[in-house]
């Protein structure tokens, strides 16, 4: 069984990938990490991220292995996740190893911006998880603040709009909802609410 996750920035995928995989004993995959992963190894080595050639090369020899590291998780990753993932090499490259952890029995959650579209279009269950711009980048900033990084929320909200711009309008798997993909607004949930919800679309799609 394949659950596929999509949805934009800060709102609430991984966190709800991560339950409904611990409620079904699923294995869970937050491939923003695998973007972020590659974007971290091309700023270490001082690689503009514009060499869409380094990026592809980096992306094709990633070490899948070390996607925990807490580093990953900052803001800047997250913007320079989103401007190597718009090259179509860094998305082949990366394509094998998440459909192949799609694969595993009993099952998988995998959350991104291109899972129901691209990487598993033959998910059992997919969702599209989304909330006002201003509330994920309250999360985000309660986030960041509680990891040390004091970044303002104006600025915060900035880079969550531009982000989201670019990976709705970029031509290689553009964020979008598939169109067999169930929409669950989080605005006003939060995160055991939004988990709740969730588990009924899945049960009932189930069944
Ligand atoms: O956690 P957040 O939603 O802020 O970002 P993320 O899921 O870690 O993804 C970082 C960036 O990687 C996104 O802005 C996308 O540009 C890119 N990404 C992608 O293109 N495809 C995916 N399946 C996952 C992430
Ligand atoms: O993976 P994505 O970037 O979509 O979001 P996340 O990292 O799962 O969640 C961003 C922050 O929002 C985390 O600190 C969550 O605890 C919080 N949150 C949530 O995930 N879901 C809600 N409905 C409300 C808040």
Do not use: W
Request: aromatic fraction near 4%; hydrophobic fraction near 40%; charged fraction near 30%.
């Amino acid at each position: 069984m394949i659950i596929a996750i999509d949805g934009p920035a800060a709102s609430g995928k991984g966190t709800l990938g991560k339950r409904l995989a611990d409620h079904f004993g699923f294995a869970h995959l937050d491939t923003g990490l695998l973007y972020r992963a590659v974007a971290r190894v091309l700023l270490d080595r001082d690689v503009a991220l514009t060499d869409r050639d380094a990026a592809a090369r980096v992306a094709q020899e990633l070490d899948v292995t070390h996607l925990d590291d807490e580093r990953l998780r900052g803001a800047q990753m997250g913007e320079a996740a989103s401007v190597i993932s718009a090259y179509q090499p860094v998305r082949d490259a990366l394509l094998a190893f998440q459909r192949q952890f799609a694969g595993q029995p009993p099952g998988a959650v995998l959350d991104g911006r291109d899972i129901g579209t691209v990487v598993c279009p033959h998910a059992d269950v997919k969702l599209f998880i989304t909330a006002s711009a201003e509330e994920r980048a309250r999360r985000r900033h309660r986030e960041l603040l509680s990891r040390g990084e004091t970044t303002d929320y104006e600025i915060i909200l900035n880079d969550i709009r531009r982000r989201d711009e670019r990976d709705m309008t970029r031509s290689n798997a553009p964020l979008k909802a598939a169109d067999d993909a169930l929409t669950l607004d989080t605005t006003h949930l939060d995160a055991d609410q939004a988990f709740q919800a969730a588990l009924e679309l899945v049960t009932r799609k189930q069944t």
